[in-house]
């Protein structure tokens, strides 16, 4: 099996302190820089699983890059460079307090909240007679909570504005660009015969003020995919729906009784299950992209990213 990049633990130059996320590593470099390692880490119900997954923060890296690339002209972004495969570079700025969360489709935790009999989720309604995977009438947008630790919550518009976490004039703001960049994401999948069925994006604040998109975008660990082709078909019959995301690590994680909630034993994945994750994570990147996955090279990679990150910071410092 290729090497995973669990954990890193690096001391760089000009370096003030490090964070562990659930899946990324990021480290502040002088008093304007982030340095972002996307780890191999995965992470389901807000915790994170015992194993890594080969070249999982490779692809979620590239592809981020990539998106942040394809809608710089509706939002400004972080990103700055992108050193090795496994690393972003960009600005530091202020990071906004909320997740923001659009739903094109009735999928996932909104489809749970559905199927117990709510209609309601974050001050949005949810209409009568869906069924799971069916199409809203329009996207709605469910904001969360950004927990520095366990679970992110569900809040609605109003709570956000009345508890003074985002001023209502950024607010609007934040639901405008985000609507323009799920639309600029579904017309990419759709390129490629994929649907985007949700995701979430993550803004901070500028030293200018203006609002910038930081984070990963339009990712398998931010966003659910479905395949176009069979999808009304599917719908119809009312079968799952075939789609690219981590989706069916959770629904293997329910199979094994484990939602993250008090009292439940994370299960362990077994190595075979390990490979097939990371074939799916390589499967999104090469549907999206219509491209190969230039597989890096993984032989000690905690070494190769350090390095690269050096050299970075030497020519750039």
Same mark, same amino acid.
């Given at each position: 099996?290729?090497?995973?990049?669990?954990?890193?633990?690096?001391?760089?130059?000009?370096?003030?302190?490090?964070?562990?996320?659930?899946?990324?590593?990021?480290?502040?470099?002088?008093?304007?820089?982030?340095?972002?390692?996307?780890?191999?880490?995965?992470?389901?119900?807000?915790?994170?699983?015992?194993?890594?997954?080969?070249?999982?923060?490779?692809?979620?890296?590239?592809?981020?890059? !990539?998106?942040?690339?394809?809608?710089?002209?509706?939002?400004?972004?972080?990103?700055?460079?992108?050193?090795?495969?496994?690393?972003?570079?960009?600005?530091?700025?202020?990071?906004?307090?909320?997740?923001?969360?659009?739903?094109?489709?009735?999928?996932?935790?909104?489809?749970?909240?559905?199927?117990?009999?709510? !209609?309601?989720?974050?001050?949005?309604?949810?209409?009568?007679?869906?069924?799971?995977?069916?199409?809203?009438?329009?996207?709605?947008?469910?904001?969360?909570?950004?927990?520095?630790?366990?679970?992110?919550?569900?809040?609605?518009?109003?709570?956000?504005?009345?508890?003074?976490?985002?001023?209502?004039?950024?607010?609007?703001?934040?639901?405008?660009?985000? !609507?323009?960049?799920?639309? !600029?994401?579904?017309?990419?999948?759709?390129?490629?015969?994929?649907?985007?069925?949700?995701?979430?994006?993550?803004?901070?604040?500028?030293?200018?003020?203006?609002?910038?998109?930081?984070?990963?975008?339009?990712?398998?660990?931010?966003?659910?995919?479905?395949?176009?082709?069979?999808?009304?078909?599917?719908?119809?019959?009312?079968?799952?729906?075939?789609?690219?995301?981590?989706?069916?690590?959770?629904?293997?994680?329910?199979?094994?009784?484990?939602?993250?909630?008090?009292?439940?034993?994370?299960?362990?994945?077994?190595?075979?299950?390990?490979?097939?994750?990371?074939?799916?994570?390589?499967?999104?990147?090469?549907?999206?992209?219509?491209?190969?996955?230039?597989?890096?090279?993984?032989?000690?990679?905690?070494?190769?990213?350090?390095?690269?990150?050096?050299?970075?910071?030497?020519?750039?410092?």
């Amino acid at each position: 099996m290729s090497e995973a990049l669990k954990d890193t633990n690096y001391h760089f130059p000009h370096q003030t302190k490090m964070y562990r996320g659930k899946v990324r590593d990021v480290y502040h470099i002088g008093p304007e820089h982030l340095i972002m390692v996307a780890s191999d880490r995965i992470s389901a119900f807000d915790c994170i699983l015992p194993k890594g997954i080969p070249y999982k923060g490779q692809v979620l890296n590239q592809l981020a890059a !990539r998106f942040l690339d394809a809608t710089k002209d509706i939002v400004p972004n972080w990103m700055s460079a992108v050193p090795d495969p496994n690393v972003t570079v960009g600005l530091k700025c202020n990071p906004i307090k909320v997740e923001m969360v659009i739903r094109g489709y009735l999928s996932g935790h909104a489809w749970r909240e559905y199927r117990s009999g709510k !209609r309601m989720i974050c001050g949005v309604f949810m209409p009568d007679g869906m069924k799971e995977s069916d199409k809203f009438p329009e996207p709605i947008i469910t904001p969360a909570t950004k927990a520095e630790e366990g679970h992110d919550e569900d809040i609605s518009r109003e709570d956000i504005i009345s508890k003074g976490i985002v001023e209502e004039s950024i607010y609007v703001q934040l639901e405008s660009i985000t !609507r323009q960049l799920f639309e !600029r994401g579904t017309q990419i999948a759709a390129e490629r015969d994929l649907i985007l069925v949700d995701t979430k994006y993550e803004f901070g604040i500028g030293s200018n003020g203006e609002i910038i998109l930081i984070d990963e975008i339009h990712t398998p660990d931010s966003s659910r995919y479905f395949y176009a082709d069979g999808y009304e078909q599917r719908q119809a019959s009312g079968e799952i729906q075939k789609q690219l995301s981590k989706e069916f690590v959770r629904q293997w994680l329910i199979s094994e009784g484990f939602q993250g909630l008090d009292g439940q034993t994370m299960p362990e994945m077994p190595d075979d299950f390990v490979n097939t994750v990371s074939e799916r994570y390589i499967e999104l990147y090469e549907k999206i992209t219509g491209e190969s996955f230039g597989r890096a090279d993984t032989n000690r990679i905690n070494t190769r990213v350090e390095a690269n990150i050096a050299d970075w910071i030497e020519t750039n410092l």
